[in-house]
């Protein structure tokens, strides 16, 4: 398991840079996430990456687009301006989680 | 009495309910199977149907004769499960008890949630499915009538009902618009919510450069919010224009699942992904399509839970853990056109690998590589799914995934 150095701390990543311990994950990380794919935090965002946080607590895995839309309150429409282009995978870059899993 | 009470007599219901008949003591335990229509659909078949393969009756077969004797075959729809009453409410205001309950009613597309899709006036006119038997009918002739333009085959959302299909229906239209001689008028552009061809690496390579290969336009992460005339229109305002759309519709659970409280937001039942039971109730069991389990939602993945399924159920009604362990086993033929096809292998863990499936007889079957043999195999799989799949005769597979012949680190070659 690689481990890189984000805000001057070391953070175990998968290969394709998503964290892969829960707890190494704090808001300024977040913030340093978040400039390395060119986004600015707003509350927006932050509302976004806060339900994501807690429903992968207790669901086990990262909610998809769907579920952020139908159980997290925030339209996918939104998403998509906040997180251009890649929605499910930059909020879960950011929130520090599993890059979603596709359903095979 | 006791009573098993099986909602949805499809692939995991009616095997489930099949193979526990032999297994527990007619004179302790009743089984009853509900669902709402007499006649039983093999759906693999219906990607086949719009290009004018299998005849009505080679796919659809009265229920009844696929329920075994001792399992009684109720017909209604379901409106609730009372599950904290352990009774299920029918439309009729019948009410049925039970000692323990499996779930097994499946998905089904529902174009109604994408705006533009069922109620801009195109549905069935420009717009097809081929999940539905009607659906399938219909395109077959659209296809018939389409001469030149834009085909597009588009999927809403993950999950959907056989993942690979979509897929195949672009192989085949590919080869049937040659076979028509008419390819060079149809552009064939495959739009997708996924970020390439398929979900897993290294079969999205292989399905991808598959595409390329056919010249089939490949437009991924696009995530559909309306349908306007005829025009697919993403969340983020990109646009795909069609002259003939062949959509999945988003799949959901049963809507009764979401009146009874059971489901997640696709009205999926959440299970633990090795037991198949409830996370919410430990009378309650979800098998098939209807539980939320991160795999194939697939006949071939329903008939390897249910193999653990039936172990299992004996030893929980006698109070014993449960040891049986799913492993997310599916595998699928996926038809590439030209009289050949793919075989896929994989589980919750490993992904679809190169190599060869070996089944002593017929096999070994190559995977994740085209063989002529594979779409044999393909065809031959109706007769096994009517003839020893539903009944619940023994089928020479393994209910969990092997790593024989399978090449972890293999290249594939492109």
Redesign the interface.
């Known amino acids: 398991m690689p481990v890189t150095t984000i805000a001057g701390r070391e953070v175990h990543v998968d290969d394709e840079g998503f964290l892969t311990v829960y707890d190494e994950w704090d808001d300024d990380l977040a913030k340093q996430l978040a400039v390395q794919i060119g986004i600015d935090l707003t509350a927006e965002h932050w509302k976004a990456i806060r339900f994501l946080r807690a429903d992968y607590v207790a669901q086990g895995?990262t909610p998809?687009?769907?579920?952020v839309s139908?159980?997290g309150g925030i339209p996918?429409?939104d998403?998509?301006v906040l997180f251009?282009?890649?929605p499910a995978?930059k909020m879960a870059y950011i929130a520090g989680l599993p890059k979603p899993?596709?359903?095979? | 009495m006791k009573r098993l009470l099986v909602l949805g007599a499809g692939t995991a219901g009616t095997m489930a309910a099949n193979r526990l008949r032999r297994r527990l003591d007619r004179s302790e335990w009743e089984i009853l199977v509900v669902d709402h229509s007499d006649r039983h659909y093999y759906q693999p078949g219906y990607l086949f149907v719009p290009f004018g393969g299998y005849a009505p009756d080679e796919i659809v077969k009265p229920r009844a004769p696929s329920i075994a004797d001792g399992v009684r075959l109720v017909y209604g729809e379901i409106d609730a499960v009372h599950a904290d009453e352990r009774e299920v409410i029918l439309g009729s205001g019948r009410r049925l008890r039970y000692d323990y309950l499996v779930i097994a009613t499946g998905v089904e597309p529902r174009p109604d949630q994408t705006p533009g899709l069922l109620d801009g006036g195109q549905w069935r006119q420009s717009i097809f499915d081929f999940y539905t038997y009607d659906g399938a009918v219909a395109l077959a002739g659209a296809l018939r009538r389409f001469t030149r333009g834009r085909l597009v085959v588009h999927i809403v959302d993950m999950p959907i009902k056989c993942p690979v299909a979509p897929l195949e229906f672009s192989f085949l239209a590919d080869d049937y618009f040659c076979r028509r001689g008419i390819r060079d008028r149809v552009e064939l552009v495959y739009v997708t919510p996924l970020s390439g061809a398929f979900t897993q690496p290294v079969a999205s390579r292989r399905l991808g450069a598959m595409l390329d290969e056919r010249t089939i336009a490949v437009e991924t992460d696009f995530m559909v919010e309306r349908v306007e005339d005829r025009a697919l229109i993403s969340y983020d305002e990109r646009k795909i224009d069609f002259d003939l759309l062949v959509t999945v519709p988003l799949n959901m659970g049963a809507e009764y699942v979401a009146r009874s409280g059971l489901g997640n937001e696709l009205n999926l039942v959440p299970v633990d992904r090795h037991t198949l039971l409830s996370k919410a109730y430990p009378d309650i069991f979800a098998l098939g399509d209807a539980s939320d389990i991160p795999t194939s939602k697939a006949g071939s993945a329903a008939h390897f839970s249910v193999d653990v399924f039936v172990d299992n159920f004996q030893r929980y009604i006698r109070g014993e853990p449960m040891t049986g362990s799913f492993d997310g086993h599916a595998n699928c033929f996926v038809e590439s056109g030209r009289g050949k096809g793919l075989l896929l292998d994989f589980n919750y863990d490993t992904e679809p690998l190169p190599g060869r499936y070996p089944l002593p007889g017929v096999g070994p079957f190559s995977l994740l590589k085209e063989s002529t043999a594979n779409h044999w195999g393909k065809l031959a799989f109706r007769w096994t799914y009517w003839n020893v799949l539903l009944p619940g005769r023994p089928l020479p597979l393994p209910a969990h995934m092997s790593m024989t012949g399978k090449h972890r680190d293999a290249q594939i070659e492109e």
């Open positions: 895995e998809t687009l769907r579920r139908v159980v996918t429409k998403l998509f251009p282009k890649k995978k899993r596709g359903c095979v």
